[in-house]
């Protein structure tokens, strides 16, 4: 039974779909590093909110764990790279809260436009100061979007019912989504210098991170309404202090900070300055959905390997799960035989999907891949951590599909192009190539050769001379070793060529056997082979 340890307050009804789909739960918040290493290793999967922090050394201590849910969108405070680096699935919910953290942006848009904070302490201190608060009407004002994503795109839609014009600065807008949505696509510096007031909806990143510099805030309009409920660490908080104490900035509203709890901060009681403690996605609903959200996805996960907003990982869908994990069992497969037949390393990978799996979600596939390819000399690597170890190793990764497929309804092809040796200068490129017969993988191809082979746990791999008597002196060393032969396959390229023996025995040779078979005048290598 898969378990899962709650590190932030959850709802009892997310908790109960755990348990409804045979999960167990433990709930353990306000866990510090130290008590969360030492928590870990024994669980599956961890869910999150902001307050628990599973940093690199917890993931280094988490021994079992497959996946981290974050109820809600932002992930700051769990390291995805080490995650990663160790095999663990790190999803989050992002249309959950979606909605609430847009209306929580246009009300503190209203808020700073009518300094109603203000306006709300002076009244109720008996001071009446009607004449002290000249407001700015939102209405045919325009609104520059930071980011015109699944919360972007909601602010945007209400902006423009308040009958407001949106220009949207976001490099993964297509024109035709603007279009749909009724924005127009600028470039930064376009925004700055139109926007009457300005809204961020980006995550933090190195490319956003201070996006609104001190510089480019001063390439801002005079009087500009500035809202921030998306990450602190965007918005250069020293200027915007600045720059509302001169004027330059009327009014500013953030839900989010650079350090957070935000105990102090230095915008903190400047005038025109209105706060508040991180609130966007903190409504009733929202807080139930992205709960409910991550229990379901953790289970999917966990329970059939489904995948759905992972961060570092390929989604699969539920349906999409049991049709593409044979395929899946293949491809890791044909990897792990690629790996185990390249001794000295590769520099270039090419996959090939032919037939109908090449209509399938083939990102897990690849990740399957290649997860098997480098097990073989990197240890404990799976389908998470696979394409980023290969990423980082600078070996050319490239992909490609045809629907055409001659003699199978689909086939995965591998070819991996060794390093240089002293017998082989330019390398050499290995090939292999399988297929799913009765939902079994099944080899069919190597270097070129067609012969049809299944996977058994060991396997005796010979690439010979088509000569007599090379299968009667195998299957005397063979006999003399005490295996047994379970199946035995062979392929050649024409009579008297080069040939492919796949042998499956019932036992691991001693560690001399292949010196022996090597010697063998016919053989040109041998290896044996584990899946």
Not at 106 to 133: C, D, H, V
Not at 432 to 459: H, N, S
Request: aromatic share 6%; proline share 4%.
């Amino acid at each position: 039974m898969p378990k899962v340890l709650i590190g932030d307050k959850l709802s009892p009804a997310a908790v109960e779909i755990f348990h409804a789909r045979g999960i167990e739960t433990v709930t353990k918040t306000g866990l510090n590093t130290e008590e969360l290493i030492a928590e870990i290793p024994e669980y599956d999967g961890l869910v999150v909110r902001s307050a628990c922090k599973p940093n690199a050394d917890v993931m280094a201590a988490a021994t079992n764990l497959k996946v981290i849910g974050r109820a809600g969108i932002g992930v700051d405070n769990i390291d995805i790279k080490a995650a990663t680096a160790k095999g663990v699935v790190v999803m989050n919910t992002p249309f959950g809260n979606a909605i609430t953290t847009a209306e929580h942006a246009i009300a503190l848009m209203f808020a700073a436009a009518r300094q109603i904070p203000a306006a709300n302490a002076e009244t109720q201190e008996g001071k009446w100061p009607k004449s002290g608060y000249m407001g700015t009407e939102v209405s045919y004002k325009t609104l520059g979007l930071i980011g015109c994503g699944n919360i972007g795109s909601r602010v945007a839609e209400r902006a423009i019912g308040l009958k407001m014009k949106v220009a949207a600065y976001d490099p993964f807008l297509t024109e035709e989504r603007a279009v749909e949505l009724g924005v127009e696509k600028v470039e930064l510096d376009e925004l700055l210098k139109r926007a009457d007031i300005i809204t961020l909806h980006v995550p933090l990143t190195e490319q956003t991170k201070n996006v609104l510099s001190r510089e480019n805030l001063q390439k801002t309009k005079e009087g500009l309404i500035l809202v921030n409920c998306a990450r602190g660490g965007l918005v250069d908080e020293e200027a915007v202090k600045d720059l509302l104490e001169s004027g330059h900035i009327k009014a500013a509203a953030f839900d989010v900070f650079a350090v957070e709890p935000a105990k102090e901060n230095i915008l903190f009681g400047t005038k025109n300055f209105i706060a508040t403690p991180h609130l966007g996605a903190a409504t009733t609903e929202a807080q139930e959905n992205v709960a409910l959200q991550v229990a379901e996805q953790m289970a999917d996960y966990l329970l059939s390997g489904a995948v759905t907003n992972a961060l570092n990982m390929p989604s699969i869908t539920a349906e999409e799960a049991p049709r593409i994990k044979p395929f899946a069992t293949l491809a890791e497969k044909l990897g792990s035989f690629a790996g185990q037949i390249s001794d000295f390393g590769y520099d270039e990978v090419v996959i090939e999907y032919e037939g109908e799996v090449a209509d399938l979600n083939r990102k897990p596939l690849t990740a399957a891949l290649l997860a098997g390819l480098l097990r073989a000399s990197r240890g404990d690597v799976n389908m998470v951590s696979a394409p980023a170890i290969l990423a980082d190793s600078g070996v050319k990764l490239t992909e490609t599909k045809t629907e055409d497929c001659p003699v199978y309804d689909s086939l995965i092809r591998i070819k991996v192009k060794t390093k240089a040796t002293k017998n082989a200068p330019e390398g050499g490129w290995r090939t292999l190539a399988g297929t799913i017969i009765a939902g079994q993988p099944r080899i069919v191809e190597v270097k070129g050769m067609a012969l049809e082979g299944d996977f058994a746990p060991t396997v005796l791999y010979v690439n010979n001379l088509d000569k007599p008597g090379f299968i009667g002196a195998l299957g005397q060393m063979l006999g003399e070793a005490g295996i047994n032969i379970a199946t035995f396959h062979l392929g050649r390229t024409e009579a008297g060529g080069e040939a492919i023996a796949l042998i499956g025995i019932d036992a691991v040779p001693q560690a001399d056997f292949i010196e022996k078979l090597d010697a063998l005048p016919q053989v040109r290598y041998a290896k044996v082979l584990t899946f």
